[in-house]
């Protein structure tokens, strides 16, 4: 059902779509109309919308998160992001080893992707260290903060299950885990070996992206597909 809230996300995608539209045009045309509209619309409609956010959305949300929201959620999403960038630079360093063919390529979008990393990771830490963490110094004793410290180092990742489980059931999982755990299910089975996933909602943006990190990789059978649980078998194709 569409709200008035939805121009917020039509505004979003507009402005992301512009960016990508400017970059692409700025690598045949670095000057002139282009440069000049890319300018107005960084340093006027970017900047208003940003400030009027902060000024109105901002001050609508805050409250909402007191009584029905979780404050970290935006944290979490940042931590989907910064997995999937790792996973996609994880990819590219096998690939370097894989085809010396196509190393100034390979060597090429790798910096691109940590560049795009090392974006979303300084803003990540400098939110982290400007809000969670002197609000932790604030209300926690020093006992306190050092017990949180060596909790978070000695945490342990999740672990894909046993081969012999077969099952993956990543509905009790926090998303910003799900396809970290998945993928390392994935890569951990021998040529043919398969499991089952099993979620709560139709996991087709994993598939796109199995599809783009490990093309040709797999096969993907629906074996229950909603309206409340979804089951894909997942099973790594043979070599050759």
């Known amino acids: 059902m569409a709200t008035p809230l939805d121009a917020f996300r039509q505004h979003h995608r507009s402005l992301l779509e512009r960016l990508d539209a400017a970059a692409e045009q ?49 944290m979490r999403i940042d931590h989907e992001y910064i997995e999937r960038a790792v996973q996609q630079i994880t990819q590219t360093i096998r690939s370097l080893g894989c085809a010396p063919e196509k190393q100034e390529q390979l060597a090429e979008r790798l910096r691109q992707q940590l560049d795009a990393l090392r974006t979303i990771l300084a803003l990540h830490i400098e939110k982290e260290e400007r809000v969670y963490l002197p609000l932790l110094e604030e209300h926690l004793s020093i006992e306190q903060q ?36 998945i993928f390392a299910t994935f890569d951990q089975l021998p040529n043919g070996g398969w499991f089952v996933l099993v979620n709560d909602h139709d996991p087709k943006p994993l598939y796109y992206q199995f599809q783009f990190e490990r093309s040709g990789q797999l096969d993907w059978e629906y074996l229950e597909s909603g309206p409340e649980v979804w089951r894909v078998r997942i099973t790594k194709r043979s070599e050759g």
Not at 29 to 44: F, I, K, Y
Not at 153 to 166: D, L, N, V
């Open 26 to 74: 700025l690598k045949s045309d670095p000057g002139g109309a282009v440069a000049l509209e890319l300018d107005r619309m960084l340093t006027v409609e970017l900047l208003d919308h940003a400030h009027g956010e902060e000024a109105v959305l901002y001050a609508a949300v805050e409250p909402l998160l007191a009584v029905a929201g979780r404050a970290t959620a935006t």
């Open 146 to 181: 050092q017990m949180l410290l060596e909790r978070v180092h000695s945490h342990p990742r999740p672990q894909p299950p046993a081969a012999a489980e077969r099952e993956l059931d990543v509905r009790a999982i926090p998303p910003a885990q799900r396809h970290p755990l």
